[in-house]
């Protein structure tokens, strides 16, 4: 089980290409975890407006965010 209150279920999420990296978006909170150790790791800079997509490139080296407002972030 990954450390959350009830009311702070994820809205999006995606695993790292490697599995050690899972990212967790709760609304405008976008949060990196290390899967092996379930430590929380980097806080992103919270967006304007909810996540609603999360996508990884194959290797790993970025991250893409959608957010509500048809914003993509890297």
Known sequence: ??????DQFPTVVAMSPDGR???VAHHTKLTEWDAETRQEGRRFEESKSPTTALAISPNGSWLAVGDASATVRR
């Open 1 to 6: 089980a990954w450390p959350a209150k009830s």
């Open 21 to 23: 990296r899972l990212y």
